[in-house]
């Protein structure tokens, strides 16, 4: 249940038997089928009421009143020990009110309504999240170290700072280190989201995870294996979701000052009116002043507009975890966004081809693609999807880390990275690519230039549109990235973002989140695992697209079904749109109690009057929460 009820909505599911209630079908799940029974009690002391048969009904009154009251006055109760206040207690206080006075028909519709608008939202957030430390299984259960010389397997737990482990082509890497022998390229797009292999040599560090693609290396560790960069993200989400737990909702920071005050107020009226009046008369006015000050309106509307609006939500692609997640997501007013698989489409493709005077394009691009399509190397993809009539090669021989050469049709063709193969006249042309923040290829024939291929992780076309959108609406934009300072300014300037933060490692992009915090409400936007720390750390985490890994989506609170990102705008409309309504019902309920109250303490209104005041002010509040339920345009409003 909530916080009103003593548990928490932003709580995230840790065990296996957690993700398996959350899996349960409503009829199967305590949770929603108590306030059911609950429901169904009442109903049947209604229709017994109706009957003439008092006795049955009110047996089957008391039947709701305990089954609906058992969802929420235990944590109640438990809370209160903890100097927690909620709109849970206030309820308790309310129906115990009711039942004192000899009201028990109304107490059990109190808690019928209460806990089914709390079993609706609960039932509404529980959604499946993957295992957050799933990621863990990204490092190799062994790792071979090379000891004297010799070459031995170890538990990569036990790998120690100054170990020497030997990384073969198509291995993961156990944990941190710095390369001491060999070259090759990495896959770390599982680790940092980018979709480019990074070049190492002797000299350069590496990180937990990452594949090695080609050749063997030799790694000395920096990192123990059970300390490095991999379990850092494990325990910077953990610290920020247990932070960010403690919010509490809207509903229940109202709460606080509420139910002290009315609890005082109604033993002052107790009290006094026993001293100078009849006793009978203010105690029986102190319990009607209880029910008067509940805010049954509030309790019920407020879960009942989340409800609505998440459903709203889900159905254009939007799903929201939680509904502290939802109330925090329409204060957004700043967005920080990962660049690779976010802003980008993560799928590398050729984007400038360079020759020399007397060679086509197609011949530049076809003698390359002869060689790369022997190659797993994620550039080789990009580059022989975009050549035609692709000639075939013969003695293919890979230099992990430089490229890869061959012969096609007689001639000795050389792909590989400018580092490497000099560009000739095309040095010039070579450097503004890649300044455009493109990783380029050359291609050598017999020995000398011939072509150059730009390839880049393209920018997703909507991007300009949507920053413009978010801007134009005074919602700021950041992109965060572990990229390259060139490639993230280029495709930044593109997309139109100013503020551009590059080269950074996922405790980079939390300190980045906190720091752009501190001037208000930020949501990050991410995919990848490296996104996790800054995507728990942010006010509103929001997981782009289903393939995006699991580590991303269990830190966020928010996730995108698909990958379009004109959801931002909408998406925030919509939760503008419901904090709105939202507020409406507070301040409705609100006025409600502040009218009910003097018309209470003086015996203008009794108890039956206070209820029928209550309940026409729930179906008020309750119809203009249902208003949340309509899906927005695609439209953000300042």
Known sequence: MSAACGCDHDSVPTTGEEFEDSERPWWKDRGVMV???????????????????????????????????????????????????????????????????????????????????????????????????ALLKLVPETATVLRDGVAEQVQAKDLVVGDVMMVRPGERIATDGLVRSGRSSLDTSAITGESIPVEVEPGDPVSAGAINSAGALEIETTAAGTDNSLTTIVELVEQAQAEKGDRARLADRIARPLVPGVLILAVLVALLGSILGDPDVWITRALVVLVAASPCALAISVPLTVVAAIGAASKFGVIVKSGAAFERFGTVRHVAVDKTGTLTRNEPAVTAVLVVEGITEAQGLAWAAALEQHSTHPLAAAITAAAQDVPLAAEVTEQAGHGIEGTVDGSKITVGSPRWLDAGELGARVE?????????????????????????????????????????????????????????????????????????RPEDKAAAITELSEAGSVAMIGDGINDAPALAAADIGIAMGATGSDAAIESADVAFTGHDLRLIPRAFEHARRGRRIINQNIILSLLIIAALLPLALFGVLGLAAVVLVHEIAEVIVILNGLRAARTPAPRLEG
């Open 432 to 504: 503004e690519l890649e300044m455009q923040g493109m990783t380029v290829v050359i291609v050598h024939r017999d020995g000398a230039p011939v072509a150059a291929i730009g390839v880049r992780d393209e920018l997703r076309p909507e991007v300009p549109d949507v920053v413009r959108t978010l801007t134009d609406h005074r919602v700021g934009v950041t992109m965060l990235t572990g990229d390259n300072a060139r490639t993230a300014r280029a495709l930044a300037a593109q997309a139109g973002i100013d503020d551009v933060r590059a080269e950074l």
């Open 35 to 133: 306030p059911v029974f609950s429901g169904l009690a009442f109903l049947a002391g209604l229709v017994a009421e109706w009957s003439g048969a008092e006795t049955p009904a009110l047996a089957l009154f008391w039947v709701g009143l305990l089954l609906g009251a058992s969802t929420f006055t235990p944590g109640a109760i438990r809370n209160l020990f903890k100097g927690k206040l909620g709109i849970g207690l206030l309820m308790t206080i309310s129906a115990i009110g009711a039942v004192i006075l000899g009201y028990v028909e109304e107490a059990a519709a109190l808690a019928f309504l209460y806990s089914i608008a709390e079993a609706l939202e609960d039932k509404a957030m529980d959604r499946a999240r993957g295992g957050l430390r």
